[in-house]
């Protein structure tokens, strides 16, 4: 049976200085994590027994980011599902979008995360080493671009 996996792509918006476009003014939040390759991510995690998949992004932004709900604006129109083999057995990955209500608010990692990073897209996809979330980060730029 495949692991199955929710969490949240945060962004946040800048002041954009006059000369520049909105969208150079978005940034996104991956965090680093401790165990095996310290790989960059969003927040994410295992489904938990009577869980919907929504409410488990929440919960997990939480534990490992320490953002609560009410911190960030959840974007409609926008949910993504990632498939990637993980030790050899299948992983499904739910992914919806949000945004920080106070760009100032502060990360708070729990012990799963060494590090965070707010980054413009071009660093995020430098981080983020895995070819589908280099994709679906694109995705979503190009997606709150054509909000504008």
């Known amino acids: 049976m495949a692991v199955r996996a929710c969490g949240l792509i ?15 003014s ?3 939040l991956l965090l680093q994590t401790s165990y095996g390759s310290h790989h960059w991510t969003p927040p994410k995690g295992h489904v938990d027994p ?5 409410q488990t992004a929440f919960r997990e932004t939480q ?7 009410s911190q960030l604006t ?8 990632l498939h990637y083999p993980v030790h050899g057995k299948p992983k ?16 708070k990692l729990s012990e799963e995360h060494q590090a965070f990073q707010w980054l ?12 589908d979330m280099q994709v679906m980060l694109k995705e979503v730029h190009q997606f709150l671009c054509s909000r504008e």
């Open 10 to 24: 945060i962004f946040r918006r800048l002041q954009p200085a006059p000369s520049s476009k909105v969208t150079d």
């Open 26 to 28: 978005i940034e996104y």
């Open 50 to 54: 009577g869980e919907d998949d929504l």
């Open 63 to 69: 534990e490992e980011a320490g953002l609560q709900a």
């Open 74 to 81: 959840l974007i409609e129109g926008y949910k993504k599902e």
């Open 92 to 107: 499904t990955v739910m992914y919806w979008l949000a945004e920080m209500k106070d760009c100032n608010t502060e990360i």
């Open 120 to 131: 413009k897209l071009e660093d995020a996809c430098k981080f983020a080493e895995y070819e």
